[in-house]
């Protein structure tokens, strides 16, 4: 699988990330070049969860660092997220 882009909106801002395949479940998260986590499908494929830190395999990426200085959204993975992020990687595959 290829790697495709997903925008997800946080209020009025709305974020671009990059989403990279690792399984037909389980998807690398970026954002800005670097790996926010990864995201993955539960046994059932009903429910998106977190990948824990420690499970994420990089590779070449780096882990994003929020810089609170910048003028862009930062932002960290969580329950919402996770569920918002997993919403629009169903709706693109399906798009395919």
């Not at 499908?41 to 660092?65: C, I, K, N, R, T």
Request: proline letters at 5%.
């Amino acid at each position: 699988m290829e790697p495709f882009n997903i925008k997800v909106g946080f209020g009025r801002d709305e974020v671009a990330l990059t989403i990279l395949p690792i399984t037909e479940r389980q998807y690398l998260v970026t954002y800005f070049g670097g790996i926010i986590g990864a995201v993955k499908l539960d046994a059932d494929g009903e429910q998106w969860e977190q990948v824990p830190d420690e499970e994420v395999v990089a590779g070449d990426l780096p882990f994003y660092s929020p810089d609170l200085n910048s003028d862009r959204l930062n932002f960290v993975l969580c329950e919402h997220t996770v569920n918002l992020i997993g919403e629009e990687i169903l709706a693109e595959l399906k798009d395919r």
